[in-house]
């Protein structure tokens, strides 16, 4: 699973990147995750299944999914909570509950 987690700087997501690795190696679940800057997310469009938006650009979720949803990967804003808290095993959840939705 292809998975970019976006914020205002990308430097906030760098914490939970980590999180969600180990969560990922812990079951076995392949993951290529990385942080980007809301302003570098149309560089970062190719080959992706899922893009988690962070909370504290939430505001930015209707522009960001009209970029990602041509695409065809799924998108949502990430559990505030598991955020907060720096959760990767529930936000690789997240990620994973999104890629198999039928939305």
Known sequence: MRV?????AGMSTSILVERMKEAAEEQQVYLNVKAVAESDLR????????????????YLEKSIKEKVEPTGA???????????????????EQ?????????
């Open 4 to 8: 970019v987690l976006v914020c205002s």
């Open 43 to 58: 560089d970062n469009l190719h080959e992706l299944d899922v893009v988690l938006i962070g909370p504290q650009v939430r």
């Open 74 to 92: 799924k998108c949502d804003v990430i559990n505030q909570q598991a955020f907060g808290l720096m959760q990767g095993k529930q936000v690789l």
């Open 95 to 103: 990620a994973l509950n999104l890629m198999a939705s039928n939305d």
